[in-house]
């Protein structure tokens, strides 16, 4: 299941393209959300974890259609398409570098629209089928792997903003984390703390901090803490978003992720 993020600054836009993409009941979509700001879209979509298909303009206030997507680019879950008043070449050019395989020219059709989303969600399912074909091991030794590799980088020199952002991180993994407020603090540009924190930890702001929510809550359920316990813990605003979170991490659900690890500790 996937949800879809809609981002243009005009109201009418975004909201008629999301009443647009309900209707066609796709199977695959369960939810639909409407921006008109780029930096509200961020700080939601570095929280979300899920399958996320983002329908964005280009040219808006503050920060632009094609900043959002080079900020996201680091995260495979995403996918773009570009739906835009401006018929300029530069722009979709800079497009397909990250990805967008439509560039729907306002105003477009709904069946246009529909095309664009049904193909990307098609081309998504084959990709997913082609990743587990090829994968020789379970999924969730990989995902093991990477968090003990995160675990051993603990001893790094990190620079000073980083390491200060991790211990942030830890000491606050039960409140809403939003990068563009831990550069404010450290007085630092978003996109150079961006760039930053990766190439220090490996990990993009929004994928370490997933991995720390999923890791604490672990330990605590393999502690004897209730699932409600856990999720209000480590950030979610509900039991259900904590699950679905869980789930998607470790591809399976937290009482047999708990029965599964029981023993080893």
Request: glycine share 4%; net charge negative; proline share 2%.
């Amino acid at each position: 299941m996937l949800e879809v993020v809609i981002i243009d600054d005009e109201k009418i836009e975004a909201e008629g393209n999301k009443r647009r993409v309900l209707h066609m009941n796709h199977s695959e979509i369960e939810s639909v959300r409407a921006f008109t700001s780029s930096e509200e879209a961020l700080d939601y979509l570095e929280q979300t974890s899920h399958l996320t298909l983002v329908i964005i303009d280009i040219n808006m206030p503050g920060m632009s259609g094609l900043l959002l997507m080079e900020i996201m680019q680091a995260r495979p879950e995403f996918r773009f398409i570009v739906v835009s008043a401006y018929d300029n070449f530069k722009y979709a050019q800079q497009s397909m570098i990250y990805g967008v395989k439509y560039y729907l020219l306002k105003p477009c059709s709904y069946e246009e629209l529909k095309k664009a989303v049904e193909t990307t969600i098609l081309e998504w399912d084959r990709e997913v089928l082609e990743l587990q074909g090829k994968m020789t091991v379970p999924w969730s030794y990989v995902r093991r792997m990477a968090e003990l590799s995160a675990s051993e980088k603990k001893d790094k020199e990190y620079h000073v903003s980083v390491r200060w952002a991790l211990d942030y991180i830890d000491r606050h993994i039960s409140e809403k984390l939003n990068m563009a407020f831990l550069a404010n603090k450290r007085n630092l540009n978003y996109s150079y703390f961006s760039q930053l924190f990766k190439k220090e930890t490996g990990y993009t702001f929004s994928d370490y901090v997933n991995m720390r929510r999923m890791q604490i809550a672990g330990e605590r359920l393999l502690e004897g803490a209730g699932t409600e316990e856990v999720s209000e813990a480590v950030g979610f605003e509900s039991v259900k978003s904590f699950f679905r979170a869980f789930k998607s991490y470790y591809k399976m659900s937290p009482s047999a992720w708990k029965k599964e690890h029981s023993g080893r500790n």
